[in-house]
């Protein structure tokens, strides 16, 4: 099991940029896929963007293609979310998964495809 921690979140103005960070406990998140997931208020969960345990292979929701970049650093079992061009659509409870997978699954953008979740950090983009 990996416990998550995200932090980085905000407010920012709309065209901002934000860097999320996600810190991981345990020895499997170098071995672990991890994706990012955000819930506005009133909306379902939707995915955001996901990366493979290498960090070779990444994927992200068409809103935000483009916009944000996923990344990780396993020497330092840590996770990223850089967003730049923030629209207030972006407004969300940002959340951080991990799965102990080096076969990357085709399910990544389903929350169940994960087992371990942090408790969230608060994104607010004000036009």
């Known amino acids: 099991q990996v416990q998550l921690v995200e932090s980085g979140g905000g407010l920012v103005q709309a065209g901002g940029s934000l860097r999320l960070s996600c810190a991981a406990s345990?020895?499997?998140?170098?071995?672990?896929?991890m994706g990012w997931f955000r819930q506005a208020p009133g909306k379902e969960r939707e995915f955001v963007a996901a990366i493979n345990w290498s960090g070779g292979s990444t994927y992200y929701a068409d809103s935000v293609k483009g916009r944000f970049t996923i990344s990780r650093d396993n020497a330092k079992n840590m996770g990223y979310l850089q967003m730049n061009s923030l629209k207030t659509d972006d407004t969300a409870v940002y959340y951080c998964?991990?799965?102990?997978?080096?076969?990357?699954?085709?399910?990544?953008?389903?929350?169940?495809?994960?087992?371990?979740w942090g408790q969230g950090t608060q994104v607010t983009v004000s036009s």
């Open positions: 345990g020895r499997t998140f170098s071995s672990s896929a």
């Open positions: 998964a991990a799965v102990k997978t080096v076969a990357f699954s085709h399910t990544y953008y389903s929350g169940s495809y994960y087992s371990d």
